[in-house]
């Protein structure tokens, strides 16, 4: 078929179960331009190239089209701002301010997970998603920013609404629609956090919404609007592709029952195991950039303003990058893959999500010796960005 509507077969809802043809498809492509303008990127050392060029901006903004949009979150910024912001967000979150917040936390992680992992013991059926991989996240980071937990029947539909008004798809199906929903769940969500925060001004608890709002150092705080955005990014990021990478881990391992044989008897891979599921089923497949100048792309010119789709999950199967790519193997060596991205935007979250994920596996490895999937493939999301199953039913 041809190259121009690979955008439009990625992101088909049917493809969702195995996109990696496709992929190997546009890396042999090498740049494809979409037939709504946009052009698609696969290659392992082009998308790391663009990821480190100052030329490519992350902003939507830089498109020119919508010069009223209110600025986006820093996820989603060029430096400097980025950078202010990033800096900013992460005193509370990480080295050098807070050093042992995230690594303080394992313990407590752990704990979470036994308690959901004990009240499956009589089930002889699971939900991975529903019954684990969901709530161990979300618990984690409600603890982590001080939101109480028994808000999250309200902030998953305020999720659901901003997560899919972000997906990439082809021009043809954008919903300004779904994109209002989107920025009206964004300023629910983020009036939700401001008041939590404002309850904690004078008044501090141990949480990361009580740091952003009392911090001493006036040069160092977020306005209102930078804590609400600052928020809402950290409470949907912080959850929603950590569910993803648990899922997407139980499914590869049960379909390789000699690895995951091998993590129970070798526990200590573990590290290296969730870096190989990072490379072979990531939880975030592409990215949009637009070049703030000409760019030239594997001889390709790509023009200024014109929007980029960077499929991550394509260039983690790059075979000129990575031996055998699509072996899942957790003893693979130099694993410089691009689960998190890669570049000023790496992912913030990467430290916590590594040791959800080591521990939401650690504990489950053990009993999913031979738990068989009852469905497979799974359902998926409907979002092909963030992609991996709704639901994952296993008998144990």
Not at 59 to 80: A, N
Not at 152 to 161: T, Y
Not at 181 to 200: F, H, V
Not at 210 to 224: C, G, I, K, Q, Y
Request: hydrophobic share 35%.
């Amino acid at each position: 078929m041809a190259v121009d509507t690979l955008l439009e077969r990625i992101t088909d809802y049917a493809n969702r179960p195995d996109p990696y043809p496709l992929y190997a498809e546009l890396r042999e492509a090498g740049v494809a331009r979409q037939r709504d303008g946009r052009y698609l990127v696969g290659t392992y050392h082009d998308i790391a190239a663009l990821l480190h060029d100052p030329r490519i901006s992350a902003d939507p903004r830089s498109r020119g089209q919508s010069e009223e949009q209110r600025q986006p979150p820093f996820l989603r910024l060029d430096d400097p701002e980025h950078h202010r912001l990033r800096t900013l967000a992460m005193r509370p979150f990480g080295p050098p301010h807070s050093p042992d917040r995230i690594d303080g936390m394992r313990g407590e992680i752990a704990r979470i997970a036994e308690e959901l992992i004990e009240a499956l013991q009589d089930r002889e059926q699971v939900d991975v998603v529903d019954d684990f991989a969901y709530p161990l996240p979300v618990t984690v980071i409600c603890r982590l920013l001080g939101v109480p937990r028994e808000d999250e029947p309200l902030f998953r539909e305020w999720s659901d609404a901003i997560v899919s008004s972000a997906d990439v798809r082809p021009q043809e199906e954008e919903s300004t629609e779904r994109e209002t929903a989107g920025e009206q769940a964004r300023a629910q969500m983020g009036r939700y956090l401001l008041d939590l925060a404002e309850q904690r001004r004078g008044h501090p608890a141990d949480d990361m919404l009580s740091a952003f709002v009392n911090e001493p150092d006036p040069a160092m705080r977020l306005t209102r609007e930078e804590l609400a955005q600052t928020a809402v990014l950290l409470l949907i990021a912080g959850h929603e592709t950590t569910v993803n990478l648990i899922t997407n881990g139980v499914l590869t391992l049960l379909r390789h029952p000699d690895q995951l044989d091998r993590l129970r008897r070798e526990p200590g891979l573990l590290p290296n195991a969730v870096e190989e599921l990072l490379r072979y089923e990531p939880p975030v497949h592409m990215r949009e950039r637009i070049p703030l100048a000409d760019v030239d792309v594997a001889g390709t010119t790509i023009p200024k303003g014109t929007p980029l789709v960077l499929a991550l999950a394509s260039g983690n199967r790059d075979p000129r990058r990575f031996h055998d790519p699509e072996q899942f193997d957790p003893t693979r060596p130099d694993n410089q893959h691009l689960g998190f991205g890669s570049g000023i935007h790496l992912c913030y979250g990467a430290p916590l999500a590594r040791i959800e994920a080591q521990i939401a596996l650690g504990a489950l490895i053990p009993r999913i010796g031979t738990a068989q999937l009852l469905q497979d493939p799974p359902p998926y999301r409907r979002n092909a960005m963030l992609r991996g199953p709704r639901h994952l039913s296993i008998e144990l």
